[in-house]
C-alpha cells in the first residue's frame, strides 16, 4: 500500500478486499483519494464503484480537477461525465480555470472543443476562414472587437475579411455593435468603411436609427452619431414604421442624438412617418408633463425651421388643430406662441379657437386671443336636410294659433365666407371646401387619420341629388300629388332671396290654421272653413335645434359645451379692447354672428339654461332683442320653444314685450299658445295690455279659454282684464263675451265669465250708430239665452252667482217662459228651484208659465208649476226645501200652523240627498205640537226616509221619548225595520238612549231579540256601541225581560259581554256577569274575554273577582287556553271557578272556592287561581 494513502482510503480499501462492502462517505476528497488507490492496485470493480458514487459529486467548479484525475488513473466513465459538463458549459469557463491542467491534456481539450482552434496557428494561410462564425455564430472580427484586440481586429481589416456580412436578421457587424452598446466597435468599423446606410430585413432599420436607443451613453452617441454622419449616413432615411433617425432620437428623448440630428444640414426637419407623423408633433405629444421652453426639443426644431402650419389633404387640421382636439394645452399654448398661423380653418371651418373654445381649454383660448386669432370667424356652412312635410288636403280641426316658418336660408358661398358683422375691413377666410391650404409636406392627424380620411361633403350624400340618369323618383312629373314637384318646392329654390317661403303664406285667407267656426255672423266674404294648414305651427322654429349646427362662432361652442370660463375670456376679451387704444390688430368679438340656426351666443345660453353666462353676455355688449330671419325675437323663441325660465329672464332683463311677429302675434299670444301661465304673468306684471287683441281680433281672456287653459284666464282675470269686451255680434249688434259663448254653444267660456263677475244681466244692444237688427232688441239677457238654447250648465251658474231670475225680455217673457217654450225640463227644473221665482210673472201676452207649459202640452212644466202654483208656499229654495220644510227646521210652530192651514202639502219632500217628509223633520226637530199638527193634517205617521226609516226610528235616534209615544199612540209601525234591518229598539240601543228604549220596551210588543243584517240584537249593539248608560239599559232590558238569553252569540260568535269585554266598557261587563253572563263563550276568531288583545287584564280579574255564583259552563271540542283538541286521552274538564272548558293541563290546580260553598279543592284554571289566591289586584 503507497505511503501517502491515508487511514480511512487505507481501511476502506482493506475492507472492500475482504468484505467486498464499500463504505459510503460523501465527502468527494475522500471518493477521489479511493478511486486513485483502487486505480494503483487496479481494483477494477472498487474503481467502478468509486466513480459511480463520484458522478454525483461533479459540479462546473471541480469537473476540470476530476476531468484530470480521471485521465491520470484511466476512469473513462468519471472522465466522459466530466468532458460533458465542460462542454455544455465552455463558454463558462477562464483561462484560470485551466491554469493547473497540463499542457498536453490542455491541447488535448482544446482540440476536442473548440472548432476554430486552428485560426491561432493557421489565420494568415486560411483566408477562406475568416469570414466563418462559430457554433455561436460568432465571426472572428466580432470577437476581436468585443474583446477590444484591435490589433487582431486590424489584420483582420487586412486580410481582407468583410466588414458587411449580415447575419440572419440582417443586421451586420455595426448593427450589433450599436445594440451592445459597443462604441469601440462601432467607431472601429466606421472608420474601416462598413456600410453606414446598410438597413435591417424587417424592422429597416439603419446605424443612426439603433443609436437614439442603445445603451451607449450621451458623448458616446453623439461621437458615433457624428461618425456616422461625417462617414455619409442618410439621415433622412425612413425605418419600417416611416420614422426617420430624428423621429427615433425624440421618441426616446435622446437629446444628444438630435441635437447632433439638427446640426446636419441634410436633414429633413418636415419628413412623416408611416402614422403622418412630423419630428414637431412627435416632441409636442411625447413627453407632454415636460417644460416646453426654448431648449425643448419643439423649441429647436421651429427655430431651423420646421413648417408649423402644415394641413392634412383630407381634414384640413394642422398641427395646432390635432393638438387641441387631443387636449395639449400646453403644447398647443407653445406652438400658438412660435409662428403658428392661428386663424387657419380646417374643412368644417373650424379655426384652433373653435376647437378650444370646444374642449374648454381657459389659458389656449387667452393664449390664442391675445395672438391675434379671430373670435369672429364661424364654422363652413353645412345644407341641413330637406325635410319636406306634405300638408293634409282637408283640415276640420280647431284653429292653431302659431304658423309654421321656413328653414333657414341657403344658397351662401362654398368657397369663401366673410366674417358677419365682424369689425374693421377684415379679410375674407377661406372656408377649406375645396383643395387643403397646404399642398406639400402634408400632415395628418395624431390619432384620428383614419375616422377622418374618408369624409365627404354633406352634399356628396344628398338623397334628393338627381343622378346621372335623372332617374329620381322624387321628381316625377307626372304624379300631381308629389310633394317633390317643382311647383311643390318653389318655395325653397327662391329661399337664398327670401326670407319667408311663399307656401308659408297665402293670400286666400289660409293662415296655417283651419278657421274656427263661430258662427255665419263672423265669418268674412270667401272665407273656407276647410283650410289646409300644418297641425303644429312654427314647427320647424321650435324644432330646429334637431339640425346640425353650423356657422359657429368660438363663443358659440363654448356655451354649446357649458365651458363658462371660456366664455368669460371673450367677454374679459372684448372689454379689454375696448378700453385699450393699442389694439388695432386684434378683432373684437361680436357676440351678435348668428350660426346657422340664426342664433346668437346669447340665444344659445339661453336655450341650454346658462342664464348667468346669459346675463354677463348682455353685461358684455349682447343685444336682448335681437330677431331672426322670420321677424322673431329672442322672446318670441324662447315662448315657441316653451322655455319658461328663459322667458322670464328675458322679461327681467329688458326684453321688448311689445314686439310682435310678422303675423302680427303678441308675445302673450303666443304665451297662450303654449300654456305658459308664468309668462302670461310676468306679462301682466310687466304691464303687458291685458285686453289686447290677438292676430285674429279676438280678446286675449277669449283666446285663453279656447286654449282650455284656465290657469291663465285666472292670471287675466287677477289682472282686471275686461270680462265683458263689448264687440260686433250678430247683424252688427254689441254683445258681450257671454253673449257670444252662448251663440256658440261654449257652455265653459260662458261658466267661467259668469263665476269671474262679468255682466249677467245685460241684453245684447244696438251698435253706436244704431247698427244690430232683432237681436239688438230683443231684451233677451243671457238667462234668457241659455234658457232657450238648452244650455244647463250656464243656467246654473247663472242661477248660483244671482243673475235677475224673473227679468223680462221685449215681448215680457222670463227665462221659465222660454224654458218651457223650447221644451227643457231640466232647465224648467232648475229655474222653478229657484227661491226668488215669479211663477206669477205674465207676458205681453197675458200668459203666466203654467199657461204656456199647458199651451205647449208640457204636462211635466204643468204639473212643476202646480206643485207650487195655488200659493208662493210651495216653492222650493235652492237648498231643495219649501216654506213648510223651513219652518218646521226652525221650529217656528206659527209658521207650520199657518201653511198647513193653507192646504200645505204635509206630504212633500226635501230636495236633496235625505228626501225627509215635513213630519221626519219634525220628529228630528223635536217639537210634539208640530208632530201632532202633521199627524192631524194627514201626515202618514209610516212614511220612509231613503235609508227605509220610519220617524219612529227617528225619534229613537234623537231619543224624543215623548215623540216616540204619540208616534205609537198614532199606530206607527214599530215592527218596521231600516235597510240595514234594524228597528227602532236596535237605534236606539246604539245611540245610548235610555228613554226611548223604555218606550219601546215598555209601550209596544216589540221583538227585543230581533236580529239585524250582522245577526246582532239590541244587546250586541249595545256591547258593542254602549255608552255610559249601558249598564242602566241592560238592567232595563232584564227588568223587563227577565229570561233575556244574554249568552245569545251574534253570526261572528260574540255575545254582549264579549263585545263589551273588547270595547273596553266595564260597567256593562260587570252588569253581564252578576246577571250570570258566561265568561268562556269564545267567538268563531277563538276570541274570548281571557285572550282578547287588551291593553291590561285588570277588568278581567275584577270580573273574575265579583263572581258571587259558579257561572255557566261553556261547551266546546278543544281546550279554551291552549286550543287542543279532546279525545280519549285528552278528557273534558271545567274551571269551577269561571266556567271555562279546559284539558286536564290547562286545569291542573286545586283549590277550594269558598265564596261558592266549595270547601274542598275543585279544578280551577291557572288565571282564576291567581285571582283566587292574590285577589284582584
Request: glycine share 6%; charged share 20%.
Amino acid at each position: 500500500m503507497p505511503g501517502d494513502v491515508g487511514f480511512d482510503v487505507g481501511s476502506a480499501l482493506v475492507k472492500w478486499i475482504y468484505s467486498d462492502v464499500m463504505e459510503v462517505n460523501s465527502n468527494s476528497d475522500f471518493l477521489l483519494s479511493l478511486l486513485k488507490s483502487a486505480g494503483c492496485y487496479q481494483l477494477s470493480p472498487l474503481m467502478i464503484r468509486c466513480e459511480q458514487a463520484l458522478t454525483s459529486h461533479v459540479t462546473v467548479q471541480n469537473c476540470i480537477r476530476f476531468y484530470q484525475t480521471a485521465n491520470d488513473i484511466n476512469a473513462e466513465t468519471l472522465k466522459n461525465h466530466c468532458s460533458e459538463l465542460i462542454s455544455n458549459h465552455w463558454d463558462d469557463f477562464s483561462s484560470e480555470d485551466f491554469a493547473c491542467m497540463p499542457a498536453p491534456l490542455l491541447y488535448q481539450m482544446f482540440r476536442s472543443k473548440s472548432k476554430f482552434l486552428h485560426r491561432a496557428s493557421y489565420v494568415e494561410n486560411l483566408e477562406s476562414k475568416l469570414n466563418e462564425r462559430d457554433a455561436d455564430g460568432v465571426l472572428p472580427l466580432e470577437l476581436a472587437l468585443a474583446r477590444q484586440q484591435k490589433g487582431i481586429a486590424d489584420t483582420l481589416v487586412r486580410n481582407k475579411t468583410d466588414l458587411n456580412i449580415l447575419d440572419h436578421q440582417g443586421q451586420n457587424l455595426l448593427h450589433k455593435a450599436l445594440n451592445k452598446g459597443d462604441d469601440f466597435s462601432a467607431c472601429f468599423l466606421i472608420e474601416n468603411g462598413i456600410d453606414v446606410n446598410h438597413t435591417t430585413y424587417e424592422h429597416k432599420k439603419s446605424a443612426l436609427h439603433i443609436v437614439p436607443i442603445s445603451s451607449l451613453d450621451a458623448a458616446a452617441k453623439v461621437k458615433v452619431t457624428r461618425s456616422l454622419l461625417a462617414a455619409g449616413a442618410n439621415a433622412n432615411l425612413q425605418d419600417n414604421e416611416g420614422n426617420t433617425a430624428l423621429h427615433v432620437s425624440i421618441k426616446s428623448l435622446s437629446t444628444p442624438v438630435f441635437d447632433t440630428l439638427l446640426e446636419h444640414p441634410g436633414i429633413n426637419l418636415d419628413q412623416l412617418n408611416a402614422d403622418s407623423e412630423s419630428a414637431l408633433s412627435i416632441t409636442l405629444y411625447i413627453n407632454t408633463s415636460a417644460p416646453l421652453d426654448e431648449n425643448s426639443m419643439a423649441a429647436k426644431l421651429i427655430n431651423k425651421g420646421c413648417a408649423v402650419n402644415t394641413a392634412h389633404p383630407v381634414t384640413g387640421d394642422t398641427l395646432l388643430h390635432n393638438l387641441v382636439k387631443n387636449k395639449l394645452e400646453s403644447a398647443a399654448i407653445f406652438l400658438a406662441k412660435h409662428k403658428s398661423d392661428v386663424n387657419i380653418a380646417n374643412k368644417k371651418g373650424e379655426t384652433v379657437l373653435h376647437l378650444a373654445a370646444q374642449h374648454g381649454l381657459l389659458s389656449l383660448v387667452k393664449t390664442l386671443l391675445i395672438v391675434g386669432a379671430n373670435p369672429n370667424s364661424q364654422t363652413s356652412y353645412v345644407e341641413p336636410e330637406v325635410k319636406v312635410k306634405k300638408p293634409p288636403a282637408k283640415s276640420t280641426t280647431s284653429r292653431q294659433d302659431t304658423i309654421g316658418l321656413p328653414p333657414p336660408a341657403v344658397g351662401r358661398s362654398s368657397n369663401n365666407q366673410t366674417d358677419r358683422h365682424q369689425d374693421g375691413g377684415l379679410k375674407k377666410v377661406p372656408m377649406n371646401h375645396g383643395s387643403s391650404l397646404v399642398s406639400s409636406p402634408n400632415y395628418a392627424e395624431y390619432s384620428t387619420n383614419i375616422l377622418l380620411g374618408n369624409t365627404q361633403s354633406l352634399r356628396d350624400y344628398n338623397p334628393f341629388a338627381e343622378d346621372d340618369n335623372d332617374n329620381n323618383p322624387f321628381t316625377s312629373e307626372n304624379d300631381p300629388c308629389n310633394p317633390f314637384t317643382e311647383e311643390e318646392t318653389d318655395s325653397f329654390s327662391n329661399q337664398e332671396d327670401v326670407g319667408v317661403p311663399t307656401s308659408d303664406y297665402n293670400t286666400d285667407g289660409i293662415d296655417g290654421g283651419a278657421v274656427q267656426d263661430y258662427g255665419e255672423p263672423y265669418l268674412s266674404a270667401g272665407e273656407d272653413l276647410q283650410t289646409l294648414s300644418y297641425d303644429d305651427e312654427y314647427e320647424n322654429e321650435a324644432n330646429k335645434s334637431d339640425e346640425e349646427v353650423s356657422l359657429q362662432t368660438p363663443i358659440h361652442l363654448a356655451i354649446v359645451n357649458s365651458h363658462i370660463a371660456v366664455v368669460e375670456a371673450f367677454i374679459e376679451h372684448k372689454d379689454s379692447l375696448l378700453r385699450s387704444s393699442d389694439s388695432n390688430f386684434l378683432v373684437t368679438p361680436n357676440f351678435s354672428i348668428k350660426d346657422s340656426l340664426e342664433q346668437t351666443p346669447l340665444a344659445v345660453a339661453l336655450w341650454a339654461g346658462m342664464h348667468d353666462v346669459a346675463r354677463k353676455l348682455m353685461m358684455g355688449g349682447a343685444s336682448v332683442n335681437d330677431t331672426n330671419s322670420e321677424g322673431l325675437t329672442l322672446l318670441h323663441q324662447a315662448v315657441l320653444k316653451t322655455d319658461t325660465p328663459s322667458c322670464l329672464f328675458l322679461m327681467d332683463n329688458q326684453a321688448d314685450i311689445s314686439k310682435k311677429t310678422r303675423r302680427n302675434e303678441s308675445v302673450m299670444e303666443l304665451a297662450v299658445n303654449k300654456h305658459l301661465p308664468a309668462v302670461v304673468a310676468s306679462l301682466c306684471n310687466h304691464k303687458s295690455p291685458v285686453n289686447q287683441l290677438t292676430s285674429k281680433g279676438e280678446p286675449m281672456i277669449w283666446h285663453a279659454l279656447e286654449c282650455d287653459d284656465y290657469s291663465i284666464c285666472d292670471t287675466l282675470v287677477k289682472h282686471k282684464c275686461d270680462l265683458n269686451c263689448w264687440h260686433e255680434g250678430p247683424g252688427g249688434c254689441l254683445q258681450s263675451l257671454l253673449h257670444k259663448a252662448i251663440a256658440l254653444s261654449k257652455q265653459k267660456h260662458g261658466c267661467y265669465f259668469i263665476t269671474n263677475g262679468c255682466d249677467m244681466n245685460s241684453p245684447r244692444k244696438p251698435a253706436l250708430n244704431g247698427e244690430g237688427g232683432d237681436e239688438a232688441r230683443d231684451g233677451q239677457t243671457p238667462l234668457h239665452l241659455s234658457s232657450a238654447a238648452g244650455q244647463e250648465e250656464i243656467v246654473q251658474k247663472l242661477i248660483e252667482c244671482g243673475a235677475a231670475i224673473n227679468s223680462q225680455d221685449s215681448e215680457g217673457r222670463s227665462a221659465l217662459h222660454v224654458s218651457i217654450s223650447n221644451h227643457h225640463p231640466t232647465i224648467t227644473y232648475l229655474l222653478l228651484s229657484h227661491p226668488e221665482l215669479d211663477v206669477m210673472i205674465r207676458d205681453k201676452s197675458g200668459w203666466t208659465p203654467f199657461a204656456t207649459a199647458m199651451t205647449h202640452s208640457d204636462n211635466k212644466a204643468a204639473q212643476a208649476i202646480l206643485d207650487r202654483a195655488p200659493t208662493a208656499a210651495d216653492q222650493f229654495d235652492n237648498r231643495g226645501r219649501n216654506f213648510l220644510h223651513v219652518a218646521i227646521q226652525k221650529n217656528d210652530i206659527e209658521s207650520v200652523l199657518f201653511l198647513i192651514s193653507v192646504q200645505a202639502d204635509v206630504s212633500s219632500r226635501t230636495r236633496d240627498s235625505s228626501q225627509l217628509s215635513p213630519l221626519h223633520l219634525a220628529v228630528k226637530g223635536g217639537s210634539e205640537i208640530i208632530v201632532r199638527n202633521l199627524l192631524l193634517a194627514g201626515a202618514s205617521v209610516n212614511d220612509l226616509t231613503v235609508n227605509r226609516q220610519t220617524p219612529l226610528h227617528i225619534a229613537a235616534i234623537h231619543d224624543h221619548a215623548a215623540i216616540a209615544s204619540i208616534l205609537i199612540e198614532n199606530s206607527v209601525d214599530f215592527t218596521a225595520i231600516d235597510d240595514g234591518r234594524n228597528n227602532a229598539l236596535h237605534l236606539a240601543v246604539q245611540n245610548g238612549n235610555l228613554a226611548a228604549c223604555r218606550v219601546c220596551i215598555t209601550e209596544t210588543s216589540i221583538n227585543a231579540e230581533a236580529v239585524n243584517l250582522k245577526g246582532q240584537n239590541p244587546l250586541h249593539i249595545l256591547g258593542r256601541y254602549g255608552k255610559e248608560n249601558a249598564a242602566a239599559i241592560f238592567d232595563m232590558f232584564l227588568e223587563a225581560m227577565p229570561d233575556y238569553p244574554i249568552n245569545t252569540p251574534d253570526v261572528e260568535g260574540n255575545t254582549v259581554l264579549l263585545l263589551a269585554y273588547m270595547n273596553g266598557n266595564g260597567h256593562l261587563c260587570r252588569a253581564a256577569v252578576r246577571a250570570g253572563a258566561c265568561l268562556g263563550q269564545t267567538n268563531k276568531q277563538f276570541v274570548n274575554i281571557f285572550n282578547a288583545p287588551v291593553a291590561t287584564k285588570s277588568l278581567l280579574r275584577k270580573l273574575l273577582d265579583i263572581l258571587a255564583v259558579e257561572p255557566p259552563w261553556a261547551e266546546g271540542e278543544v281546550c279554551l287556553e291552549c286550543a287542543s283538541k279532546f279525545s280519549i286521552k285528552n278528557r273534558k274538564h271545567h274551571c269551577r271557578h269561571c266556567g271555562r272548558l279546559l284539558c286536564g293541563k290547562c286545569s291542573s290546580k286545586d283549590i277550594p272556592i269558598i265564596k261558592f260553598s266549595l270547601n274542598k279543592p275543585v279544578r280551577v284554571c291557572n288565571t282564576c287561581f291567581d285571582v283566587i289566591t292574590h285577589g284582584a289586584s
